[in-house]
């Protein structure tokens, strides 16, 4: 699946997909309260109600530089707080290089945050050792969201995600700290979406008059456009997130912003519409 923004090709990499099972990340989101919202079906939920979910990396390809935005879960992991995600042994890699995106190709790597699901295939084991999967990339994570991460070490869990997929990238000097609202280059910017997690960003795209927005987890499906009070289970801190949810879709509401899901399944892409009084993701 790929988008065209002006000069800027968006590719979109599928690490896994799941229908239903996402109530520990939503948990409001029941299959009697998804029904009536019927313009999720058929690319955001099934016929039951059950809601379809996606984890998937973004290759954002501008003139001058290849660019992964947040890169999964990874294979061999383990310590995860989902079992399911220990020792994943997924083709991910052959299939980056089968869209034309071999990993030496690649010379920028964005987490728009850290979570487990966005920094898995910054390393990869080889000799039992993590090593960094884009040895020739610079790995641009948010200043404020790296520090919060490095303190947490009574979080076994974090702790493990940290040790074994942020900070092999980080010893071998390849990581460079940003600011939330910091330029990348002509065509790439970051954009603050706190709440999630201490520093969220989303990546906005403009080139040639045109523009797109990478969410990352300011939301996590596009039913939280049509229930603003369903906030993630995950969200560090849920007064903040769903302030920031509010505030980007009036922002993105009715501009021809292409508005790219980071866990959206199907479709995966749309733009913001009002919807009575709230939004919907319409899709081309």
Wanted: charged share 20%; net charge negative.
């Amino acid at each position: 699946m790929r988008w065209r923004i002006g000069a800027v090709t968006v590719t979109k990499i599928v690490e896994l997909e799941a229908v239903g099972g996402s109530r520990f990340i939503l948990p409001q989101a029941t299959r009697e309260a998804v029904l009536p919202i019927d313009w999720l079906r058929p690319h955001f939920a099934d016929a039951e109600g059950r809601l379809k979910m996606s984890v998937h990396a973004l290759v954002v390809e501008t003139p001058s530089r290849r660019v992964v935005v947040d890169t999964c879960i990874g294979n061999d992991k383990q310590q995860r707080a989902i079992p399911t995600w220990n020792g994943l042994r997924t083709a991910f890699l052959e299939d980056l290089a089968a869209a034309g995106y071999p990993r030496q190709s690649i010379d920028t790597v964005l987490c728009t945050h850290l979570h487990v699901d966005h920094v898995g295939w910054n390393t990869m084991l080889v000799d039992g050792r993590w090593v960094p999967t884009f040895p020739r990339a610079r790995y641009l994570m948010g200043r404020v969201e790296f520090e919060h991460w490095r303190a947490q070490r009574e979080n076994a869990g974090a702790a493990a995600v940290f040790a074994d997929s942020v900070a092999p990238v980080f010893d071998a000097g390849l990581v460079e700290l940003v600011d939330a609202d910091q330029r990348i280059d002509g065509e790439l910017s970051l954009v603050p979406t706190l709440g999630h997690t201490p520093g969220h960003v989303s990546l906005r795209i403009s080139s040639r008059g045109e523009e797109a927005l990478i969410t990352g987890d300011f939301l996590h499906h596009p039913c939280q456009m049509a229930r603003l009070d369903w906030s993630s289970a995950a969200d560090h801190d849920p007064a903040l997130a769903a302030a920031t949810r509010r505030r980007m879709f009036a922002e993105l509401a009715g501009t021809p912003t292409l508005v790219i899901g980071t866990h959206f399944a199907g479709a995966t892409a749309g733009h913001v519409r009002v919807d009575g009084e709230a939004y919907r993701l319409a899709v081309p």
